[in-house]
Structures are given as C-alpha cells and as structure tokens.
C-alpha cells in the first residue's frame, strides 16, 4: 500500500525558510516522478514542483521557479522541498504525490503559513 507522509511545514516570517519532506513507502520508489502541490484557502490545488524518477529532470511553477527546490534521495525514500525566500502568498497546505499507472497517491498534507 503506497504512503506518503509530509512533514517540516510550519509558521515562517517572510523571507524566511523551510524544507518540507515526504517520506514514501509502500512502492519502488526509485521508478516513479514525485510532485509537490499546494492548496490555499478558497483555491485550488496546484502543482509546485516535480522531479522525475531519476531525478535527472525537475520541473517549477512559475512563482515559484528561483525560489523552491526539489529533490530526492533514493536511499532514504524521502522527496524534499526546499523554499527560501518565502511570501505570504506561499502560505498553503502542502501535498506529496505520486502516480502510479493511473492512480494518483496523497500524502495528509503539511501547513505551510508565512507571515508578512
């Protein structure tokens, strides 16, 4: 049964940091892309950043491009992503995702909230 399970969310100051992980088990997870997605209050959810089963290959939302990076490292079967200089417009709860043939996996989500 595939899992994902977020964390390293939290209360920053704009212009500050945070790395969020996401821990997977439960598939080969050398074999498949990783996605971050957000979703703020009253929006829909968007991707943030992908990275492909390599890792080779990444891939950025434009506001976020510059800011965000994602990574993974296959020993740990963890994918991370680090934002630096945070807006509040970043503010968001975070998702982990991977998709299996035609299955899309979520993790809980982990809040993300900056302060102007």
């Known amino acids: 049964q595939v899992r994902l399970v977020e964390s390293g969310g939290g209360l920053v100051q704009a212009g500050g940091s945070l790395r969020l992980s996401c821990a997977a088990s439960?598939?080969?997870?050398?074999?498949?892309?990783m996605t971050w997605y957000r979703q703020a209050p009253g929006k829909e959810r968007e991707l943030v950043a992908r990275?492909?089963?390599?890792?080779?290959?990444?891939f950025y939302a434009g506001s976020v491009k510059g800011r965000f990076t994602i990574s993974r490292d296959k020993a740990k079967n963890t994918v991370y992503l680090q934002m630096n200089s945070l807006k509040p417009e970043d503010t968001a709860v975070y998702y982990c995702?991977?998709?299996?043939?035609?299955?899309?996996?979520w993790g809980q989500g982990t809040q993300v909230t900056v302060s102007s």
């Open positions: 990275i492909t089963w390599s890792g080779d290959s990444t």
């Open positions: 439960g598939f080969t997870f050398s074999n498949y892309a």
């Open positions: 995702n991977t998709r299996i043939g035609v299955y899309d996996s």
